[in-house]
């Protein structure tokens, strides 16, 4: 099993529509996640962090986070062709992050 | 305040040479993560330091890789003897704190090619 496991995608969603990005991770002691953007050939670049059961928004973004099932997602509200990237879910592993390899969103005008 | 500064952005090296890639962390940062991403894949741990100390090095390959991070300068990845498989880019992040309690900030990278 993959420390970190993500749908690789690609998931195509239309302009003004809501992209859901799943995540499950395998370390039941990691305490913190992170969704990062990375969009093709730059760095990435934090979207959100989420440390607690339940929802965080921050703007067109809420980060979902469900311990007991090892389960994170992030959905994009009002999705734009500027989202369309690659998502990588992070959560740590003893003070350090494992990356998923990521969902590549494209999201069509 | 600057971000995290890599250099250079672009490494051309031929089989056998060394290649040493360069990090400067945020302002304020004394942990420094080193990550490498091969085409299409995700990134890997390769590297975890904290001034002077090498604190996780889990993901570094056995021979040819090593890293440092001295109490002045960069901190330095250095792979000898290069080979094709190298090529990748290699991000560097840094924080404030270790990654369980801080987020990471990625540096622009360096993009190896072996040729």
């Known amino acids: 099993q993959k420390e970190v496991e993500q749908n690789s995608g690609p998931l195509s969603v239309p302009e003004g529509a809501i992209a859901s990005l799943n995540c499950t991770y395998s370390d039941r002691g990691s305490q913190s996640f992170f969704w990062y953007r990375q969009y093709s050939g730059k760095s990435p670049e934090l979207i959100m962090s989420i440390y607690s059961n339940g929802d965080k928004e921050d703007g067109r973004f809420t980060a979902q986070l469900n311990k007991a099932s090892q389960y994170v997602s992030l959905l994009i509200r009002d999705s734009q062709p500027s989202d369309s990237a690659t998502y990588l879910c992070a959560p740590d592993a003893f003070q350090k992050l494992v990356f998923g390899t990521g969902t590549r969103l494209l999201v069509s005008p | 305040n600057a971000g995290v500064m890599q250099n250079p952005r672009h490494l051309v090296r031929r089989r056998g040479q060394e290649a040493r890639l360069r990090c400067s962390p945020m302002?304020?940062?004394?942990?420094v993560y080193w990550y490498r991403q091969l085409p299409e894949e995700g990134l890997k741990f390769m590297v975890y330091?904290?001034?002077?100390?090498?604190?996780?090095e889990s993901g570094m390959p056995k021979e040819r890789f090593s890293a440092e991070f001295p109490k002045e300068g960069p901190s330095i990845l250095r792979i000898q003897q290069v080979v094709r498989g190298d090529s990748a880019a290699y991000f560097c992040?840094?924080?404030?704190?270790?990654?369980?309690?801080?987020?990471?900030?990625f540096g622009n990278g360096t993009r190896l090619t072996v040729t």
């Open positions: 330091l904290q001034k002077e100390n090498i604190i996780d």
């Open positions: 302002k304020g940062h004394s942990h």
């Open positions: 992040a840094s924080s404030d704190r270790p990654a369980n309690n801080s987020p990471l900030h």
